[in-house]
């Protein structure tokens, strides 16, 4: 049976994603793939424009909580039938360090702090009431590079209300062959403390499920 995506899965999608993330069992059960990080994401007090929601996320090794390697900005809006996911860089990410578990922090955010990443907006859609899936769109337009090389972002995640997994790899955009990226599968995250009281989700479609 197919489910389809309603425009109001996007406060359903943000309310499962805010929160604090971590892969914690995983990492005890296969230290030598698995790092124990942690994920926090927060929805802007301020958002940068009134449609959809605005998140911030920042990623990080459960060590150095307030030094993360990963920061971004996530838009998430219902078009064409399905949730996209607009990636933002922060313009002084330093500044914004901690932020999800601080949420003041974030309230200096606005459209200055932030510039849109080409490319690597996140196409979602329902996979079943208890689970939405996503992929990066196609094209292979959200380009990194890593150690000297030119790749594209593939990305494959699932979103629980409870858990999320994602399995992110760069390719070479000529050779389409992996050059980084785990070779264990996903990393599985549990969702240890929610903040989707934070986010309205406004009237439920029946038969839709919310946290």
């Given amino acids: 049976m197919t489910v389809l995506t309603h425009p109001n899965d996007v406060y359903v999608l943000a309310q499962w994603l805010a929160g604090d993330h971590s892969n914690w069992e995983q ?60 990636n933002y860089r922060l313009t002084d990410a330093e500044k914004f360090f901690g932020a999800s578990r601080d949420r003041d922090q974030l309230k200096e955010m606005d459209a200055n702090a932030i510039a849109q990443l080409q490319g690597c907006t996140q196409w979602v859609h329902r996979a079943d009431q208890l689970t939405f899936k996503g992929t990066v769109e196609p094209g292979k337009k959200c380009c990194i590079n890593r150690k000297g090389v030119d790749t594209y972002l593939s990305i494959e995640f699932e979103v629980t209300e409870n858990s999320y997994s994602s399995l992110d790899r760069g390719y070479d955009l000529v050779t389409d062959e992996r050059v980084w990226g785990s070779i264990a599968g996903a990393f599985q995250f549990t969702k240890k403390i929610s903040f989707g009281d934070e986010i309205s989700l406004g009237s439920t479609p029946q038969g839709i499920i919310a946290s």
């Fill in 27 to 86: 990492a005890i059960d296969n230290p030598p793939f698995f790092a124990h990080i942690r994920v926090g994401i927060r929805t802007l007090p301020n958002p940068i424009t009134e449609d959809g929601v605005w998140l911030f996320l920042e990623q990080a090794y459960d060590y150095e909580l307030h030094h993360p390697y990963r920061t971004a900005v996530l838009h998430l809006i219902f078009q064409n039938d399905r949730i996209e996911i607009i």
